[in-house]
């Protein structure tokens, strides 16, 4: 029988992350098990840490909410080719960080904290198991994901009118501050297109 998920939610007191804070909406799992039907928009290794991609998922609004928040947007870091256990440290949090289309080519001096908006990431991990029965038998993997699920109009926000996002993430442990960037290059932003947030 499978092993339940664990799942560390974001910290309410964050540590200094460039830009303002957005506002991150209840952890869905359903949204991190629909990680499948998400769109690709890169893939991304971490020295010490391994690799992975990034996924977006938009989704309408809840039931019951009559649209008043509108879609939502999740942002999904599938980290399958961590190391074992890497995103069960309790000292461990990932802060997703956008800013406008272009921000790669601004100059720093440029890039202000009104620019950037940053959200801590829900970790969500369960060990590899196996099953067996009577006709079948299977191995499933070791899951690791980050993922923050937001309102599609505050990244529109984030996006000032340029048509797009980018994006990059940040890894605060006892090891020290790393980044994830798109092909693990440094400075090389996701790109996240206005079709997941207009």
């Known amino acids: 029988m499978p092993e339940l998920f664990s799942i ?17 909406l209840p952890l869905q799992l359903g949204a991190v098990g629909a990680r499948d039907l998400a769109s690709w928009c890169g893939d991304f290794n971490v020295s010490g840490y391994g690799y992975g991609h990034l996924k977006i998922l938009r989704r309408p609004p809840p039931p019951g909410s009559f649209g008043l928040r509108g879609d939502t ?6 980290c399958d080719g961590f190391h ?8 461990l949090r990932i802060f ?6 272009g921000l790669s080519e601004m100059k720093s001096a440029d890039v202000r904290g009104d620019v950037l908006a940053h959200a801590e990431m829900d970790l969500i991990t369960r060990p590899g198991y196996t099953w067996k029965h009577a006709s079948v038998a ?10 923050a699920h937001l309102l599609a109009r505050e990244l529109s926000d984030v996006a000032r009118g340029t048509g797009g996002m980018e994006a990059y993430f940040i890894i605060l442990s006892d090891r020290g501050t790393d980044y994830i ?11 996240i297109g206005a079709q997941y947030f207009a």
């Open 8 to 24: 560390r939610r974001a910290g309410s007191e964050g540590p200094a992350v460039p830009g303002r804070s957005l506002q991150p």
């Open 73 to 78: 947007v999740h942002v999904i870091l599938v």
């Open 84 to 91: 074992r256990a890497v995103l069960s440290d309790p000292e």
């Open 96 to 101: 997703f960080v956008a800013g406008p289309q």
């Open 138 to 147: 299977g191995r499933a993997p070791e899951l690791q994901i980050a993922a």
């Open 181 to 191: 960037n798109l092909d693990g290059a440094p400075g090389n932003n996701f790109t």
